[in-house]
């Protein structure tokens, strides 16, 4: 999760366990208005065997299906769903288990993805291959329900999707603008409160050097015109700030702040 930044900086953060395991989220958004319901990211999802499980110690109470019911929310009544990008860990939720036979989970909604990411997803080369599980995305390209998106696009009046290339080549971020306030969603370009900080770039990145380049020219901005931001895989989800001491990025959150180490 953190690159070349050596485990004896980022465990004082981030405590993992003996096999080096830390806590993360994979944390989606819901955005309803008086016509529309959006889902943004659809997590690990449930379709894993046992062996899978343990080895990432997943926890599986609060999935994403169960929080959808716990908010009265049926996948059926979802018009769209977007995605930063179509890595296992954010599009395993796109499809299910029904009766023996993979089905898509959100069969009313037009799933919005960079172009770049849904080519390369559905032919990846072989060394991004295990990062894309063809039975998230097949049943879903087979039902047409992708919609895919070439650079920024507005989706809804008010929500906006931005080309954040670095992790992969079509990543891309959410932005929901309501006045002159903004929430940004960013997938794994900023994927933990911590990756604030510029050079926290993660190992499974495939042009580092780009993500590096994105993350300034964002932190940037969302710092100056000061936005909300939400953390895809920040253990506990929230809705934080980021403000600049000098050159340091410092957390703010509802529960207060949080000083990320640099
Ligand atoms: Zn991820």
Redesign the pocket.
């Known amino acids: 999760m953190f690159g070349v930044v050596p485990k004896i900086l980022w465990e004082r953060f981030y405590p993992c366990d003996e096999k080096n395991r830390i806590q993360l989220g994979t944390n989606s958004l819901l955005i309803r208005s008086d016509s529309q319901t959006v889902l943004v990211e659809a997590g690990i999802g449930e379709k894993w065997n046992q062996k899978w499980l343990d080895m990432h110690a997943v926890e599986r109470e609060n999935g994403l299906f169960d929080k959808l019911e716990h908010l009265g929310v049926a996948p059926q009544e979802i018009d769209t769903v977007i995605l930063t990008h179509l ?1 296992y ?2 599009s395993g939720s796109l499809t299910r288990e029904r009766e023996g036979e993979i089905v898509p989970a959100f069969e009313n909604a037009r799933h919005i993805v960079q172009k770049t990411e849904l080519d390369m997803a559905l032919s990846p080369p072989a060394r991004v291959a295990p990062s894309y599980l063809p039975e998230n995305l097949q049943p879903v390209q087979d039902a047409h329900l992708f919609d895919p998106v070439d650079g920024p696009s507005e989706i809804l009046p008010g929500l906006e999707v931005v080309p954040t290339p670095g992790h992969t080549p079509g990543h891309q971020s959410l932005l929901l603008r309501d006045g002159d306030r903004t929430l940004a969603f960013w997938g ?1 370009l900023f ?1 933990t409160p911590q990756h604030v900080h510029p050079p926290y770039v993660m190992a499974f990145d495939l042009d580092p050097a780009r993500t590096l380049e994105e993350k300034k020219k964002w932190l940037a901005r969302a710092t100056d015109e000061q936005w909300d931001w939400i953390w ?2 920040a253990p506990t989800p929230f809705i934080g700030r980021v403000a600049l001491d000098g050159r340091k990025p410092v957390i703010e959150s509802r529960s207060g702040s949080i000083t990320p180490d640099s």
């Open positions: 890595h860990d954010h794994d994927p895809t895989h």
